[in-house]
């Protein structure tokens, strides 16, 4: 599946692991929590990175030791009106994680800003034109009743803060 | 009351925007109807059984006359001359077109109002009490933080697809008349033994066909914690509420199936890590909308004054009965001596719950700018208020709105029922509703019957989603499809105010033809048996129970 960097088509060297195949050591592969887990002692023992796929009933707490060794966690909305990848994104920020954050499954261009305000860097999507509806999503609105871990200021705190008072405008 | 500064009109704008783009890439098949449906939905656009329906959120239930007058616009150019107010503080229009739902939503913006949230799996508009600011005993205005609210959840990043809709409501007084314990989150203002302000925060409550009662999961929550606090509870239930079946998905089945101390647990958890963090609203904040909820310009009134006043009303009362009758049970007094507050039922006999007319609307909105202040109020009674009434004015106001159609004089009586849409309108109704509330208004229509019979709610839904209250009605009544017929259940002894209880049901369902005639034999039932005349329907059936009820009503049988 592609991935996208700010809508813009960038090269992804990593795989998924299948199912039924079993890690080695710095292959640049995405396991699933439960293949990390059944794994993980054996694959923390080189000097390598690993990816990990989230599904939304996966508990993001159980990587809270391992996230310096992990380099992407792909976070997988099976539908679109599946929200619960925006909370799992919000506390994986929360707890430290500092490489890619990806998204991936049924995602809508109506979800793009709310992906970049919750902590996500890329994309997994096959639309057409990705570039254009990137660009539409994030500039349809440029005020915000709320904070989301990004740098974009919420109402209440932006109306108050000085020299901000035509910044909606 | 709240006034948009230039980043509220920013943002409702930016939204009626966004909301063009999105239909216009419905219209071109870019989006699939799937894909629109949750889209439309946040923006309140239904689609009905004739058409779509557009509902347009009042949050806590305020609004102006001027925006009381646009809403009058909007009904007579989209709608057929109507607007039906809902139980959710919010009103809605039949038959507008989609491709003319942008243009409502820009009319709609120019006077600081929107559609956003009134639907979907988001968190909804937020409810209050609709005597706010008026009643003599609330801790502090419930709709500064209804505000807050209503900023921090709009379009928010993390909670717009959420398991299920989220339905928030606050009150600021002891006396519940927002139904706090039967929403997803209720807040109750109040002061602890410092005096500082903050809310007890209820969980889990909710209608539809899991009646619950709220519980609470945190006793105080100071002021500036509130946002940080609501938004722990939003973070669990994303995480944790069922999305394998959508009549589990509400966050009180998620509290009944973990217990409220493990929801705490996780709650609490989350409020640790994220407490003091930006979602801490400043001071300064909570002030400026504190401003805006201020008491208005109250004319101040001697003694003397007062005592001319209501020597005047007496007289007024003692000529005419019809204004008397209406003073009896439409107008409640104030917190401001000098003044009262009205309220319109739109609930005349034989009529439709919640139905007002664009020209009622303009009659309203003129009495609205000439005698309260500016201010009216949309309760989730399915009825309007003027809050801020000259006493010295009451006459004048009762006599141009009764020659509107707008004084029935049946505010908490038996004829002042909520009654869904129902299957006239509605996609999901099981069966009608507004006919047989009809009739039973009609049944009751004598006053001193009414006067009689005393308080009574009564709340009828025509589907298991349970719009129209009916759990919370001291008469509840479900309208069922049994194998191609409409037929009704009943239940009694709901109560939506602070001690709050879920109906009971009675027994087999009535049909159309019966269900009217057992209303009546249960109202009699209750007049046989209560102890004295101030003994209630609901209070005589806490005492009793179901029995004596059902033994009148399956008696025959």
Redesign the interface.
């Given at each position: 599946m592609p991935l996208h960097k700010n809508g813009v088509q960038i090269e992804d060297s990593w795989t998924y692991l299948g199912e039924e195949e079993s890690p080695t050591l710095g292959d640049r592969t995405i396991l699933s929590l439960d293949q990390w887990k059944q794994n993980r002692e054996q694959l923390l023992e080189g000097n390598h990175s690993y990816g990990i796929v989230l599904a939304?009933l996966d508990e993001v707490e159980e990587l809270r030791d391992d996230l310096d060794r992990i380099a992407v966690i792909a976070v997988t909305f099976p539908t679109?009106?599946?929200?619960?990848g925006?909370?799992?994104a919000?506390?994986l920020r929360?707890m430290g994680f500092k490489g890619e954050l990806r998204a991936r499954g049924h995602i809508?261009?109506?979800?793009y800003?709310?992906l970049d305000?919750?902590g996500f860097d890329t994309l997994e999507t096959d639309k057409e034109n990705v570039v254009e509806a990137w660009k539409?999503a994030l500039s349809?609105?440029?005020?915000?009743?709320?904070?989301?871990g990004d740098d974009r200021q919420?109402?209440?705190?932006?109306?108050?803060a000085k020299g901000n008072?035509?910044a909606?405008? | 009351m709240y006034r948009y500064d230039e980043f509220d009109h920013a943002f409702v704008r930016q939204r009626a925007n966004q909301f063009k783009g999105q239909v216009a890439r419905r219209l071109s098949g870019e989006l699939t109807e799937d894909e629109f449906k949750p889209l439309r939905l946040m923006n309140g656009l239904y689609l009905q059984l004739h058409a779509y329906m557009l509902r347009v959120t009042i949050p806590y239930g305020t609004m102006s006359s001027r925006q009381l007058r646009q809403l009058a616009i909007i009904g007579r150019k989209y709608d057929k001359g109507y607007g039906h107010f809902t139980t959710r503080q919010n009103i809605q229009f039949n038959w507008p077109k989609l491709e003319d739902v942008p243009q409502i939503l820009e009319d709609l913006a120019a006077v600081e109002m929107h559609a956003i949230q009134s639907s979907g799996n988001c968190i909804r508009n937020v409810t209050s009490d609709h005597y706010a600011g008026a009643i003599a005993t609330e801790v502090s205005d419930p709709r500064i933080h209804s505000e807050v609210i209503r900023q921090w959840s709009s379009l928010h990043p993390e909670f717009s697809f959420l398991p299920r809709k989220f339905k928030f409501a606050v009150t600021g007084d002891a006396t519940d008349r927002a139904a706090v314990k039967f929403h997803d989150i209720g807040i109750i203002i109040k002061k602890n033994d410092a005096g500082e302000v903050g809310g007890e925060i209820l969980v889990g409550g909710g209608m539809g066909r899991t009646p619950m009662i709220g519980k609470t999961i945190r006793d105080f929550v100071p002021e500036r914690d509130l946002l940080a606090y609501v938004e722990a509870i939003l973070r669990v239930y994303n995480l944790y509420g069922r999305r394998d079946n959508k009549y589990k998905a509400r966050i009180k089945i998620l509290v009944h199936e973990r217990g409220i101390e493990e929801i705490r647990e996780k709650v609490e958890a989350e409020f640790a890590q994220i407490q003091g963090s930006s979602l801490t609203v400043p001071q300064e904040e909570l002030d400026r909308i504190a401003a805006y909820f201020a008491d208005p310009d109250f004319e101040a009134f001697d003694a003397e004054a007062l005592e001319a006043i209501n020597r005047e009303l007496e007289v007024r009362k003692f000529e005419n009965r019809d204004f008397a009758a209406w003073m009896k049970t439409n107008v409640k007094p104030h917190k401001q001596a000098g003044y009262a507050i009205a309220d319109i039922t739109l609930k005349g006999i034989g009529e439709t719950a919640g139905d007002i007319t664009s020209d009622q609307m303009d009659v309203v909105a003129d009495l609205t700018e000439q005698f309260s202040l500016d201010e009216m109020r949309a309760s989730h009674e399915q009825n309007l208020i003027l809050p801020h009434v000259k006493q010295a004015d009451l006459f004048e106001l009762w006599s141009a709105l009764n020659s509107h159609g707008l004084g029935t004089p049946n505010s908490g009586l038996i004829t002042d029922m909520i009654v869904c849409p129902g299957m006239d309108y509605c996609a999901l109704a099981t069966a009608r509703s507004i006919p047989i509330g009809q009739e039973i208004s009609r049944r009751f229509a004598d006053l001193e019957r009414q006067y009689d019979i005393g308080g009574m709610k009564i709340k009828m839904s025509g589907c298991i989603n349970a719009c129209g209250h009916h759990h919370a009605g001291h008469i509840g009544i479900l309208g069922v499809d049994r194998r191609g017929e409409e037929v009704y259940q009943i239940t009694l002894g709901g109560s939506g105010d602070e001690t709050a209880s879920v109906g009971a049901r009675v027994g087999p369902a009535f049909t159309a033809d019966e269900v009217v005639d057992a209303i009546e034999t249960i109202v009699n039932t209750y007049l046989d048996l209560r102890e004295s005349p101030e003994e209630t329907f609901l209070s005589a059936y806490r005492r009793v129970g179901l029995d004596p009820f059902k033994e009148k009503l399956y008696a025959a049988a």
């Open positions: 939304p679109f009106a599946n929200g619960t925006f909370s799992q919000q506390l929360r809508i261009q109506d979800q800003m709310y305000r919750c539409e349809e609105m440029t005020v915000f009743g709320q904070p989301s919420p109402a209440y705190l932006a109306r108050h008072k035509a909606a405008e | -």
